[in-house]
């Protein structure tokens, strides 16, 4: 039987103001998401998890029953239980997990990103209206590229409120792919709504830079805020795509 890995990090997770059950969840999901655990994969023991996780039992036994609903494990009798390969693409609780730039055969994508550059400085107005915060206020700013098959398919600016990570990270490269999952588990903060516009743009000097673009090239935009479970604006972001071999696929059941 496998080992299931540990991603806590960062901060206890019962120092943590969110459900410990949920932020066990997102683990769980996480290692399905990044093949950690692969479809057939038989899980260690509720037991065996509580220990390694340094929860309780129950805690273990919920993150598991949501997940078996939610199709990704599947309980076996004789078995255990164990991991089915389904990913829920269409479900909004994960959506900040997924890239929603689709194959043109409507594949769903699985990108790689890397951040390029990662600044503080003050907000500026434009910022600090989205993010309800004073234009003077520090903000945490960085930058990456999506890349899917080895080509970048999309460029992003995230920025953030520094008020409220506390000890975040100066090195770029520490800085986790799944960014929504590590502000659930380092601070606390649970996405639980995002505002998108979309609208189409002319490809600037910037986008030919970032996506191997040859001008005058299309490109989708999508302004993007971030809230909280308390409706706090957490994260603005813009995201910059070419959608030459991709389709934005944004679906809710």
């Known amino acids: 039987m496998a080992d299931a890995p540990n991603f806590i990090t960062g901060s206890k997770m019962s120092e943590l103001s969110v459900p410990l059950y949920e932020v066990v969840k997102r683990q769980f999901t996480e290692a399905i998401m990044l093949g950690q655990w ?3 994969m038989v899980l260690p023991s509720e037991i065996a998890l509580s220990q390694q996780y340094g929860v309780a039992v129950g805690t273990i ?3 598991l029953t949501d997940l078996t609903n939610e199709g990704l494990l599947s309980r ?17 609780r994960f959506f900040f997990q997924y890239f929603r730039l689709h194959g043109l055969d409507g594949s769903l994508q699985h990108s790689v990103t890397k951040v390029t550059s990662l600044e503080r400085g003050a907000a500026g107005a434009q910022d600090a209206a989205k993010l309800q915060i ?3 206020d520090n903000v945490i700013r960085f930058h990456r590229v999506r890349n899917v098959d080895g080509k970048p398919v999309m460029h992003e600016t995230l ?12 090195d770029k490269d520490e800085i986790p792919p799944l960014f929504y999952l590590h502000l659930l588990d380092r601070y606390g903060i649970r996405i639980s709504a995002v505002r998108e516009q979309i609208s189409a743009d002319l490809a600037g000097d910037d986008d030919a830079k970032w996506l191997e673009l040859s ?6 935009m999508i302004d993007e805020i971030a809230y909280d479970q308390s409706a706090t604006p957490v994260l603005a972001s813009t995201h910059r795509s070419t959608t030459a071999n991709h389709r934005y696929v944004h679906e809710i059941k």
């Open 38 to 40: 692969e479809a057939g």
């Open 61 to 63: 036994r919920r993150a």
């Open 76 to 92: 076996r009798r004789k078995t255990g239980t164990v991991v089915t390969g389904r990913t829920p693409a269409h479900s909004l």
């Open 134 to 136: 004073r234009p003077d």
């Open 159 to 170: 920025v953030l409120a520094e008020a409220r990570l506390p000890d975040f990270t100066h």
């Open 215 to 220: 001008l005058p090239a299309p490109i989708l």
